[in-house]
């Protein structure tokens, strides 16, 4: 199993621009999960997604968006970038079966995006 | 919205010596999580806590979580430079997502 996989790994945006974060896990997982993390600091939840279809905000959404049109795949879209998303973005996935049970969360390596 | 605080926020000693790092929320847990994460990587989970007054033992590692389930404990004995990194708590507070705590950047010197 690859886990978690993210693409790419670094990205310089200017200011107004638009991107896709990619993410892609192989372990059957239904939640999925993005996150981004300031210097120095712990993770923000941007967006989640507990299945195929099903997406929801997390901490921080404004100035993102997110799909999950099946299982494995959960891309980030930043539509209008702005310095202030300026951070390393990661996605994570995990598993939840029976009600209030969470499997650990597993992490892709991440994305550097700078936006100048 | 919760907020989780993790005391130190750094931390910078020599191989050998013993450090305790702290993570502490107003709010009730329902289950706790400590995670490493290292240069250029994202964070591996070390431990879930789930019972109050808990503790579980990772080879040096020691994890704490309180009666209460507001608070938790990381102590680390005899640290070595493997053990140099950022350390995460993330607690979930009866629902599917996990808060994450503003993080310990530690490093040992050998």
């Known amino acids: 199993n690859a886990g978690v996989t993210q693409t790419p790994k670094f990205r310089i945006l200017k200011i107004g621009q638009s991107m896709t974060l990619q993410c892609t896990q192989d372990?059957?997982?239904?939640?999925m999960y993005w996150y981004r993390q300031d210097p120095g600091m712990g993770l923000k939840l941007i967006y989640y997604s507990v299945g195929a279809g099903i997406t929801d905000k997390g901490e921080v959404p404004n100035g993102y968006n997110v799909s999950r049109s099946t299982t494995e795949d959960f891309p980030l879209r930043l539509e209008l970038a702005a310095p202030s998303q300026t951070s390393v973005y990661f996605c994570?996935?995990?598993?939840?079966?029976?009600?209030?049970?969470?499997?650990?969360?597993?992490f892709g390596p991440g994305t550097r995006l700078t936006v100048t | 919205t919760q907020l989780l605080e993790q005391s130190p926020q750094f931390l910078s000693i020599q191989e050998g010596e013993n450090l305790t790092v702290y993570c502490n929320s107003s709010s009730v847990f329902s289950s706790l999580q400590w995670y490493r994460q290292e240069p250029g990587e994202g964070p591996v989970l070390l431990v879930t806590?789930?019972?109050?007054?808990e503790v579980k033992k990772l080879k040096r590692l020691t994890f704490q979580f309180g009666d209460a389930r507001k608070d938790s404990s990381l102590h680390i004995t005899a640290a070595q430079p493997g053990d140099t990194g950022l350390y995460l708590c993330a607690g979930r507070y009866n629902t599917d997502k996990l808060i994450f705590g503003t993080g310990t950047r530690l490093q040992v010197f050998p």
């Open positions: 994570a996935s995990s598993y939840s079966g029976l009600a209030g049970v969470y499997s650990e969360q597993y």
């Open positions: 806590v789930v019972t109050g007054g």
């Open positions: 372990m059957n997982h239904n939640y």
